[in-house]
C-alpha cells in the first residue's frame, strides 16, 4: 500500500532550528537528524505522550517557568517533577530542580530561535492525582501528570481526552507559539507505537482521537503539517516482523523506513545529499580499530580528518568540531 507523501511547501534545511517533543518515537527522528548534524533540542521535559502535557510543557518554555523545591515531591528516596521524565530526577534535590530549570531555559532560548517544532502525540490518555495521591506536594495545574514515575496506581485517575479537548489545548498552545516566535512551522506525527497496556481496543480510539484533533490543525493553520509515521508503519508496512519483541513498539527496520520518509518528504535536496557525507563520517567514527597503532589505521583517521575539515570550510553552519577533534588524535 502506498500513500502519497506530500513534501513540505518549504523543506526543513540545514540552517534551521529543530525543537523536537513528544513520545519515545520523537527521539528515534531527533536522534537521526542530530547525527546528521542538524541544529536540534529534543524533550526538554523529557518523554512525553498525552496533548496535555506536551502543550503544557511548551507553554512552560515561552514562560521560562522555573520549578521550586515544593514542585518536586519525594518517592522511593528520589525526588521527582510530575511534569517530566525520570531522567530528570535525582536523590538530592538541588541538582534536580536546578537541572528541570537548566533544561527550561535552554528550551525559552532555543524555542525563540528555533524554525520548527516537531510534535510526536502518542497517546490521548492522561493521568490526573487523585485524592489518595500519598506524599506532601505541590499538586501540579489541574492535577495533571505527565510521567507517574511508578507511583501506586490509586494515585491516579485515568482520562482519554475527547477530541474537542485535544484540538482545544493545540490551538491554544498553536496560537502562544505563533505569537512567541512567528516564524515557527509545526510538523506533526502521530507514534506508530502501540500502547497494548492500555487495551488493543482503547488504543485504537486513543490514536483515532489524535489523527482527528492533528487534521484539524493542519487544515486551519497554513503553517501546521502532518507527517504520517503512524500510517507508515500500520498501513504500509503492516506486519509484525517490523515491530519488536513487545509486538508494541517499532524495530529497527521500521523506523529506518519511516526516517527515510521523513527525509524525502520533509527535508530539502540538498540537505539530503549532505546527510549521505555526514553519514560516512558518523560510520567512520564509529568504526573501532582491531589494531588502532597500525600505519593503516592512522591514514585511515588522516583521511577523515581531511574530509570533516573540507566539510567545515565549505559548510561553516555545520557543528563538525567533535568529529575534528576526534580523528585529529594521530
Known amino acids: ?134 506524599p506532601p506536594q505541590t499538586p501540579p495545574l489541574e492535577g495533571l501528570v505527565a510521567n507517574c514515575h511508578r507511583a501506586p496506581s490509586q494515585w491516579f485517575n485515568k482520562h482519554l481526552l475527547e477530541i474537542d479537548e485535544t484540538i482545544s489545548m493545540l490551538e491554544n498552545c498553536y496560537e502562544r507559539l505563533a505569537q512567541f516566535n512567528p516564524g515557527l512551522n509545526i510538523i506533526f506525527t502521530v507514534s506508530p507505537v502501540r500502547h497494548i497496556r492500555d487495551g488493543v481496543t482503547e488504543n485504537n480510539r486513543s490514536k483515532a482521537r489524535l489523527i482527528e484533533a492533528v487534521h484539524y490543525m ?42 527515510e520518509k521523513f527525509s524525502e518528504s520533509c527535508i530539502d535536496e540538498f540537505s539530503q545529499q549532505l546527510m549521505q557525507d555526514i553519514k560516512k563520517i558518523v560510520i567512520a567514527r564509529k568504526h573501532k580499530a582491531f589494531q588502532p597503532e597500525t600505519n593503516a589505521h592512522r591514514e585511515f583517521l588522516v583521511t577523515i580528518f581531511e574530509k570533516v575539515k573540507i566539510l567545515q570550510e565549505k559548510y561553516p553552519f555545520l557543528d563538525l568540531d567533535e568529529e575534528l577533534v576526534y580523528f585529529s588524535q594521530i
Open 1 to 134: 500500500m502506498n500513500i502519497d507523501l506530500k513534501r513540505l511547501p518549504k523543506p526543513i534545511n540545514y540552517r534551521d532550528k529543530i525543537l523536537l517533543t513528544g513520545s519515545c518515537f520523537t527521539e528515534h527522528i531527533g536522534n537521526a537528524l542530530s547525527d546528521a548534524k542538524f541544529s536540534v533540542l529534543q524533550n526538554p521535559n523529557g518523554i512525553l505522550f498525552d496533548p496535555a502535557s506536551v502543550c503544557r510543557s511548551l507553554l512552560s518554555y515561552i514562560e521560562n517557568k522555573q520549578y521550586r523545591e515544593s514542585d518536586l515531591f519525594l518517592l522511593n528516596e528520589v525526588w521527582h517533577s510530575w511534569q517530566h521524565h525520570s531522567r530528570f530526577s535525582n536523590i538530592n534535590l538541588k541538582d534536580a530542580v536546578e537541572k528541570i530549570n537548566e533544561s527550561q531555559q535552554n528550551a525559552h532560548t532555543f524555542l525563540k530561535q528555533a524554525d520548527w517544532v516537531v510534535i510526536t502525540l502518542g497517546s490521548s490518555f492522561s493521568y490526573r492525582l487523585s485524592k489518595q495521591a500519598g
Open 218 to 259: 493542519v487544515s486551519k493553520f497554513d503553517k501546521v503539517f502532518y507527517f504520517p509515521a503512524y500510517e507508515l508503519v500500520i498501513d504500509v508496512l503492516r506486519d509484525y516482523r517490523f515491530y519488536d519483541v513487545d509486538l508494541a513498539h517499532p524495530n529497527y527496520m521500521a523506523t529506518e523506513f519511516v526516517l
